[in-house]
T-cell receptor, first 117, second 114 residues
Framework: EAGVAQSPRYKIIEKRQSVAFWCNPI?????LYWYQQILGQGPKLLIQ????????DSQLPKDRFSAERLKGVDSTLKIQPAKLEDSAVYLC???????????????FGPGTRLTVL | AQSVAQPEDQVNVAEGNPLTVKCTYS??????LFWYVQYPNRGLQFLLK??????LVKGSYGFEAEFNKSQTSFHLKKPSALVSDSALYFC????????????FGKGTMLLVSP
C-alpha cells in the first residue's frame, strides 16, 4: 500500500513570495491533515479536512495560509506572502475514517522543508 | 486544553540495554495516546497507540508502552536497544470529545551508542 505522498520535498523562497505544497493521501482515506513542525517542536495542526470539507482550521493563519481539497482526495496548502517565521517542515497526514474517529491512526508523509530567506 | 509533556530532550542508552522515553499527558476526557518516531528528513512513523483495554501496548520494532491512568503517563519502552533505534520520538494525545485534535509533545531524541 502506497503511503502519503508530498511534494516538493524541499523549497527555498524569499520572504513575501508565495509557495504551494501538494499532498496525496493514502487511497481511501477520508480525513486529511496539514501540520506545521518548527525545528525543536512537535507538529502543530493547521487544518483538517473530512472528504472535501474543512473540519478544523482554527490554527490556520488565514491572512496568509490557505488550503483546499477540492475532490476529496489530494490537497494543496499555500502560503502567500511567506514570512521568515514560516520556515518549518509541513507535514501531511491521512486517516481512514470520516466522522469523529479520534482513535484512528494518522499516517504521515515525508514532509516539505520550507526555508524562507 | 489538552497537553503532552516529554520531560527529556535527549535519552542516551547503550546498545543492548533497556530504554525508556517518558511521556505525561493532560486531557479533560478519556485519553487516546500515540507514539511516533521520526528519522532524519522523514515524516513521522506510527509505533503504537493506547485506546482502551490492556495497559501494556505492544507496537512495531519491539517497542511497547505502559498506560498509567493514576500517573497520567504513557512511557515508551524497549527491553534491548539497537543503534538503529536512534531517532526523535513523539508522544501525542487526543481525548474522546468529538473533533479533538492530536496534540504532540516536543519530542525526545534517543541516542543509542554501540
Amino acid at each position: 500500500e502506497a503511503g502519503v505522498a508530498q511534494s516538493p520535498r524541499y523549497k527555498i523562497i524569499e520572504k513575501r513570495q508565495s509557495v504551494a505544497f501538494w499532498c496525496n493521501p493514502i487511497s481511501g482515506h477520508a480525513t486529511l491533515y496539514w501540520y506545521q513542525q518548527i525545528l525543536g517542536q512537535g507538529p502543530k495542526l493547521l487544518i483538517q479536512f473530512q472528504n472535501n470539507g474543512v473540519v478544523d482550521d482554527s490554527q490556520l493563519p488565514k491572512d496568509r495560509f490557505s488550503a483546499e481539497r477540492l475532490k476529496g482526495v489530494d490537497s494543496t496548502l499555500k502560503i502567500q506572502p511567506a514570512k521568515l517565521e514560516d520556515s518549518a517542515v509541513y507535514l501531511c497526514a491521512s486517516s481512514l475514517r470520516a466522522g469523529t474517529s479520534v482513535t484512528d491512526t494518522q499516517y504521515f508523509g515525508p514532509g516539505t522543508r520550507l526555508t524562507v530567506l | 486544553a489538552q497537553s503532552v509533556a516529554q520531560p527529556e530532550d535527549q535519552v542516551n542508552v547503550a546498545e543492548g540495554n533497556p530504554l525508556t522515553v517518558k511521556c505525561t499527558y493532560s486531557v479533560s476526557g478519556n485519553p487516546y495516546l500515540f507514539w511516533y518516531v521520526q528519522y532524519p528528513n522523514r515524516g513521522l512513523q506510527f509505533l503504537l497507540k493506547y485506546i482502551t483495554g490492556d495497559n501494556l501496548v505492544k507496537g512495531s520494532y519491539g517497542f511497547e508502552a505502559e498506560f498509567n491512568k493514576s500517573q497520567t503517563s504513557f512511557h515508551l519502552k524497549k527491553p534491548s536497544a539497537l543503534v538503529s533505534d536512534s531517532a526523535l520520538y513523539f508522544c501525542a494525545v487526543r481525548d474522546d470529545s468529538g473533533y479533538s485534535t492530536l496534540t504532540f509533545g516536543k519530542g525526545t531524541m534517543l541516542l543509542v551508542s554501540p
